[in-house]
């Protein structure tokens, strides 16, 4: 019989991209926060940027190399009108890119927004170990994506499988 494991915190880092929101009015971000809080892991930091490629790919960037964070989530930029750019800016820095996840988001969404769920282009991956969310802007979407997918993946309890177990900066502490 397997010893059951016990919950491992990962240190969370979040990026809003947002052109016209500011911290006051960041649901979002907010939302993930207090999620990822709630869930028993650690936010280590919590940034907004412009919707550039550039500047998301920089922040993003920065936490990929910093040894300390396990997971970015980002949201906004993931639509199809204007400068949404998100995945632009961080597919490429992807070593691996997680199809399922964006697969099970949109097939989740359908739920509530049906077909509207077509422009959406959340995706996610790993980068040097790190594991990216990048999730649509609204809250109603962020509270979706983690509460039916992402929070059970960084959950080393989970099983038959979870992201935590192929975390191995994590696992080797």
């Known amino acids: 019989m397997n010893k059951p494991r016990e919950f491992l915190p990962l240190q969370i880092a979040v990026l809003t991209i947002t052109d016209t929101r500011t911290e006051a009015e960041d649901r979002s971000g907010k939302l993930l926060v207090e999620r990822l809080s709630g869930a028993g892991h ?5 940034r907004l940027v412009k919707d550039s490629i550039y500047e998301i790919r920089a922040e993003v960037s920065r936490w990929v190399v910093d040894a300390k964070v396990s997971v970015v989530l980002t949201t906004g930029g993931t639509g199809v009108t204007g400068r949404d750019g998100t995945p632009e ?3 490429p820095l992807l070593d691996k890119q997680i199809d399922g996840f964006g697969e099970m988001f949109r097939s989740l969404s359908y739920e509530e927004i049906k077909t509207s769920t077509m422009q959406s282009r959340a995706v996610a991956g790993v980068a040097n170990g790190t594991y990216i969310f990048s999730l649509p802007g609204s809250s109603g979407a962020c509270a979706l994506a983690w509460d039916a997918l992402i929070v059970h ?5 989970t099983g038959p499988c979870n992201l935590v177990e192929l975390m191995p900066r994590l696992l080797e502490k």
């Open 89 to 91: 800016a961080v597919i």
């Open 42 to 46: 650690h936010l280590h930091e919590k």
């Open 153 to 157: 993946q960084l959950d080393f309890r």
